[in-house]
């Protein structure tokens, strides 16, 4: 029953899909990275090779293929940000730049898979350090239609994008591939009830990113955009980061990549001024205290970095007053309350035991980022 279970194909973990929004990497700013990812409900857009804007049809022997380049999120933009001074270039600059700069150098965290590919097929490239696959959507009769799980139709939305040939994409995860065996757990019965030690899945030789508590949160961009690109968090911990030297490290919470997908590009100039520790607390919860964005703010103009000031005082508006509650937060970075209460954005690292089940562990795996379907 495994088996017939592996032989499934990608279209079927498809169904239901929306198709991606996709950006140009020839056309595409970064200010319009941030603009479609604040009015967009997915974390991550898709950067393509070709020019959406522009039709070829006209042109029977020009070739347009389109390539997914990779994906981006707001926490790319926020590394991104964070490393001007204000000194060379002029945040303006920044904003004018290409999208792609917001590229992982890393291609193969996109592949282009076809609708038939095999369910074991995409395991394998998922396992090899995939991150989404690009499947192909398969529409009715040519029409800009998706089929939903109960064979209904639904028009799609003027924010999806259309590629040559009236051709729509979508990707799967690695969460799509867990909440699929989820559904059909009892196949793989006994094994769901061993724990992880027993099923040899502890992989201790892997590195992990870690930050000092005290040091600060500039110098981990580096890991922030490694952790992005790995799908993984980096740990804040106490004691220091090499495990060697100093064995008895304490583990305080994590920076997750997720959690800085939640936020909005002032969150920048928090990366530039604050400690691995202070930006913890900075972006947890639904918004930083009017006490944190008044920190952030005095320690910018000690450094001069007079573009951040600018941005973060047209974002919020104006500049915090002394008159202002401490303990008031300001409106969550470009979502809904609602959305970022949902996301529960903690800070605390969530962690099992080598005596817990495979099933728990996979439950507790996917719980945190369910909403990202």
């Not at 690009?134 to 800009?144: F, L, M, N």
């Not at 502890?202 to 580096?222: E, W």
């Not at 103009?301 to 047209?314: F, N, Q």
């Not at 509650?325 to 309350?337: D, N, Q």
Request: proline fraction near 3%.
């Amino acid at each position: 029953m495994a088996i017939t279970l592996l032989s499934h194909e990608v279209s079927d973990l498809c169904i239901g899909k929306p198709p991606l929004r996709c950006l140009s990497a020839v056309t595409a700013t970064v200010a319009d990275a941030i603009a479609s990812l604040k009015s967009s409900d997915d974390p991550f857009l898709s950067v393509w090779s070709c020019n959406h804007d522009e039709t070829n049809d006209d042109d029977d022997n020009k070739k347009c293929d389109c390539e997914c380049l990779g994906k981006i999120c707001m926490a790319d933009v926020i590394c991104y940000l964070s490393k001007f001074d204000n000194k060379v270039l002029s945040l303006s600059s920044a904003f004018n730049a290409s999208v792609s700069v917001l590229l992982h150098k890393c291609r193969s965290i996109v592949v282009h898979v076809q609708s038939s590919c095999k369910l074991a097929e995409a395991i394998d490239l998922i396992t090899g350090g995939a991150q989404n696959l690009i499947v192909p959507i398969q529409t009715k009769r040519g029409q800009h239609k998706v089929l939903t799980r109960k064979n209904a139709v639904v028009s799609l939305t003027t924010t999806t994008t259309t590629h040559k040939n009236s051709r729509q994409f979508c990707w799967i995860t690695q969460e799509d591939i867990i909440r699929f065996f989820l559904g059909s757990i009892s196949v793989f019965s006994p094994l769901t009830s061993m724990s992880v030690s027993e099923l040899g899945v502890i992989n201790s030789s892997r590195a992990f990113l870690a930050v000092d508590y005290y040091s600060s949160a500039a110098s981990a961009v580096t890991a922030i955009s490694l952790a992005i690109a790995n799908n993984i968090s980096v740990l804040v911990v106490d004691g220091g980061c090499d495990v060697v030297e100093y064995p008895r490290i304490a583990l305080i919470g994590e920076i997750l990549p997720m959690t800085l997908e939640c936020c909005d590009e002032t969150a920048a100039a928090a990366v530039a001024t604050l400690s691995a520790g202070e930006l913890m607390t900075y972006i947890d919860g639904s918004g930083p205290l009017e006490s944190h964005v008044r920190v952030v703010r005095n320690r910018l103009e000690e450094k001069g970095m007079v573009g951040l000031i600018s941005l973060v005082d047209s974002l919020s508006g104006s500049s915090s007053s002394d008159e202002e509650s401490p303990t008031r937060r300001k409106k969550p970075y470009g979502r809904s309350v609602s959305r970022a209460a949902r996301m529960a954005r903690k800070s605390v690292a969530i962690v099992c035991n080598r005596k817990s089940s495979l099933m728990a562990v996979m439950i507790q795996a996917i719980a945190r980022r369910s909403i990202f379907g």
